[in-house]
């Protein structure tokens, strides 16, 4: 095997430990066509076939992933054996310290019955196989991520995301793969590297990624400012050398051209909840994809309920069917919706919070809440949910410094998310909303929005920064432009019941505490988790000590 990794070393860990896992049939997944067959075969594979009642405990019971979070060390501590102890770890999302991660412990059993054939079907169904190459870009890992050893015993510490993709390579066992951190993914030393691969069937990536690749002006300028850390490298290569004699911006045309065909029979696979429909076309035209020809496998895998659902089903061709994502029977979904919570393949179609029952161990583990919500689709045979999950809303914990043109109360709280249901005023998906009416009004800058609340959370302000590029000219024309993008009935329906005022600033409306340059700087050196890096598309502001519900 001919392989390219920043921690090979891990490989090989992984390689012993999980390669001789045996493959799972998930192309029989497709066959099911009944709720009976998919809800037996679900029981069967996710273990909890023997739990006595276990529709009428989903309906009652819920587990905070807290309760799951284990502390590596004393988990170390304690283990007997000589297999390695391994702990997924979440991003931080949140923008707290590394400090504030929850670890959860993938025990032997787990990456068996779970992660393994979760991972063997999204990547097979995207036609990697022990003849292709693989290229992947995973999160910057953060300080003690890895693997070391105490005392005779090994400890694995890694992003969900690293797991899942060293688990693949380990189970699928391409004839060649690269896997280095997204810090890298422009780095002309790395990117030569992925030039020399033959036969490259997947790119797993974030959109962000194969974004940098795309769109010709960050080539460029990531171009630029790899070459500067590598001035004094010894290191040279026949792409440095192209640089220096074409000069960099000619030679960021020449490298997308080799990128582009290099890469242009591989699958991309990837999330596509934050896509829109301005990055598809940029990625569409890197890759050579006529609109319907799309090759990408979108997925869902979280570190609690490992790899749940993905569109694995093809034509014959192997395109994707769509956008939408058939639901593993893997482990036992259900949905909740204000009280109630019924399971994923008895209840209606639409939007709900996502709960996922597993074992652990030896014990059954009900109903764990992702966070997220998705849409369910379809239930004839394995279910289907939309291709964008949401993110629920959740307390900020990194400080925000406010604009001046605010008056934002001391000690209020901030929220963010991709799905806001606030005393009735829901907000779904606002960065498709708000993506749509920056092109509408010639944005350059990214835009983000505040909703602040009155101190009785009866009244609400959406706060839209009206910048010097922007060709809106105040709130009836952003009202306006908002009545053409997708998800305004939600607003609409609230500035019509007086709910929802709209108003306008001429300065972005917030800042992070410390300056994005130094939280970047610091996330690239580990110090802190990639999610504090994360700027949503909505803020909600509530005034201290009122609560959100």
Not at 228 to 251: F, H, K, P
Not at 281 to 303: A, D, H
Not at 450 to 463: E, G, K, Y
Request: include cysteine; charged fraction near 25%; proline fraction near 5%.
């Amino acid at each position: 095997m001919k392989f390219f990794d920043f921690d090979p070393k891990l490989q090989s860990v992984f390689n012993e430990t999980y390669s001789r896992i045996h493959p799972t049939d998930w192309r029989s997944w497709l066959d099911i066509s009944s709720r009976k067959e998919y809800e037996s075969l679900t029981l069967e594979l996710s273990g909890l076939a023997n739990v006595d009642d276990i529709f009428e405990r989903i309906k009652r019971e819920v587990t905070d992933p807290k309760q799951l979070s284990v502390e590596p060390g004393s988990l170390l501590d304690s283990h007997k054996g000589s297999k390695p102890v391994v702990c997924c770890h979440t991003s931080g999302t949140s923008g707290g310290t590394i400090a504030d991660l929850k670890f959860y412990h993938i025990s032997e059993e787990l990456a068996k019955r779970l992660w393994a054939p979760g991972m063997r079907a999204i990547f097979e169904a995207s036609e990697l196989s022990p003849d292709s190459s693989a290229v992947i870009f995973v999160p910057n890992r953060i300080s003690g991520d890895g693997v070391t050893h105490f005392n005779g015993k090994t400890l694995v510490k890694l992003y969900s995301s690293e797991f899942s993709q060293r688990l693949m390579l380990s189970l699928i066992k391409p004839h060649s793969y690269l896997l280095y951190e997204y810090k890298n993914s422009n780095n002309p030393l790395i990117l030569e590297k992925v030039l020399s691969l033959e036969n490259i069937s997947i790119v797993s990536a974030p959109a962000s990624t194969i974004l940098g690749w795309a769109d010709l002006d960050k080539l460029h300028q990531s171009l630029k400012n790899s070459l500067n850390t590598l001035v004094g490298s010894r290191e040279s290569s026949d792409l440095i050398r192209m640089i220096s004699n074409l000069g960099v911006g000619a030679a960021a045309v020449e490298l997308q051209k080799l990128l582009s065909k290099a890469l242009s029979q591989a699958t991309i696979v990837f999330s596509i909840s934050s896509m829109t429909e301005n990055d598809w076309s940029k990625i569409r035209k890197f890759m050579g994809w006529k609109r319907g020809s799309e090759r990408y496998t979108n997925l869902y895998v979280g570190s609690e309920v490992g790899p749940f659902a993905a569109n694995i089903d093809r034509d014959d061709s192997g395109l994707p069917l769509s956008d939408r994502m058939l639901v593993f029977p893997l482990s036992l979904p259900a949905v909740r919706r204000g009280e109630k919570i019924e399971p994923i393949s008895r209840t209606r179609e639409g939007l709900s919070r996502l709960l996922v029952s597993r074992l652990n161990g030896s014990e059954p583990i009900i109903n764990i809440d992702t966070g997220d919500v998705v849409t369910i689709v379809d239930q004839r045979g394995l279910p289907k949910i939309g291709g964008q999950v949401l993110r629920a809303a959740f307390p900020l914990k990194i400080g925000l410094r406010f604009s001046s043109e605010l008056k934002i109360l001391q000690g209020s709280k901030v929220f963010v998310g991709d799905y806001f249901n606030i005393k009735g005023l829901e907000i779904v998906n606002p960065h498709r909303l708000l993506t749509c009416l920056s092109s509408k009004c010639k944005m350059k800058e990214r835009l983000s929005a505040l909703i602040v609340a009155d101190i009785d959370m009866r009244q609400f302000v959406m706060i839209l920064p009206i910048l010097q590029s922007s060709r809106c000219t105040g709130v009836e024309d952003i009202k306006n432009k908002l009545s053409q993008c997708p998800g305004v009935e939600y607003i609409r329906r609230a500035i019509q019941g007086n709910q929802l005022r709209l108003e306008t600033i001429s300065s972005q409306p917030f800042e992070t505490e410390t300056p994005k340059s130094e939280l970047l700087k610091r996330v690239k050196n580990g110090e802190l988790p990639k999610g504090i890096l994360k700027r949503w598309p909505l803020y909600l502001i509530i005034p201290s000590p009122t609560l959100a519900h």
